[in-house]
């Protein structure tokens, strides 16, 4: 069965500070998509990225950077140099293959506090 | 085009009352998926349509759900006889059902129901 987790439910860092959200996945799909997204206090969420299962190059847009290993089964998020606007809800998500269902499996997401 | 659009924002309702909620995806967008949030919580598959046509129901969705989606464009999401816990955010999103997008879903802001 397919399964996202995101073991860290609370993270608090001061502003500046690197930090990293894990996220592990279960799937017996060879073919899928891992997503991030945010989810700030308005309650919309914003796509960050998507990672194809083939594709293992790391990516870095701006502070935002993602590390996917499929040998750990893992694609974890690290934000340099945190800012307050960086606070939100994070949600690690796994998009199944199966057929014409294209849902995605959502991890319980990980909420980041950046003080000042 | 301004992303996918949703309104009500807020709903308060007494229970037993019915309630709509309406989404308009991005336009291109041929797929469109509800999902329920409950705080502390990630999204939880409600239900999706490509086009008009509604290609798969989750368990969660009982009988006082339906959901529609005429012409394959605008949805409507109808709660009837509505209970306290229906009380969550009802999050609409839209993607392009190809293989090049990853199936990447854009989620509108929510609609927030409350039911007292």
């Known amino acids: 069965a397919q399964k996202v987790t995101q073991a860290q439910t609370e993270i608090s860092v001061v502003e500046k500070e690197d930090v990293t959200l894990d996220c592990v996945y279960e799937?017996?799909?060879?073919?899928?998509?891992l997503f991030w997204y945010k989810q700030p206090p308005s309650g919309e969420l914003v796509f960050l990225i998507r990672?194809?299962?083939?594709d293992e190059q790391n990516e870095i847009s701006g502070r935002y950077s993602w590390n996917f290993q499929k040998s750990t089964s893992s694609f974890n998020f690290t934000i340099t140099a945190s800012q307050v606007v960086d606070s939100a809800v994070y949600f690690c998500?796994?998009?199944?293959?199966?057929?014409?269902?294209?849902?995605?499996?959502w991890g319980l997401g990980t909420s980041l506090a950046v003080n000042p | 085009d301004t992303g996918v659009s949703q309104n009500p924002r807020h709903k308060i309702t007494k229970r037993g009352q019915n309630v709509t909620f309406r989404c308009d995806p991005i336009?291109?967008?041929?797929?469109l998926y509800w999902y329920r949030q409950t705080l502390g919580q990630g999204p939880e598959f409600l239900t999706y349509?490509?086009?008009?046509?509604?290609?798969?129901k989750s368990r969660l969705l009982s009988d006082r759900f339906s959901a529609e989606r005429p012409k394959g464009s605008f949805s409507t999401l109808e709660i009837q006889r509505t209970e306290q816990g229906d009380s969550a955010m009802y999050l609409c999103?839209?993607?392009?059902?190809?293989?090049?997008?990853?199936?990447?879903?854009?989620f509108g802001e929510g609609s927030w129901l409350t039911v007292v």
């Open positions: 999103a839209s993607s392009l059902a190809l293989a090049a997008s990853g199936n990447t879903i854009y």
């Open positions: 990672r194809n299962s083939f």
């Open positions: 998500a796994l998009s199944e293959q199966a057929g014409n269902n294209r849902k995605l499996i």
């Open positions: 349509f490509q086009n008009e046509a509604q290609l798969e």
């Open positions: 336009s291109e967008h041929n797929r």
């Open positions: 799937t017996r799909d060879t073919t899928y998509y």
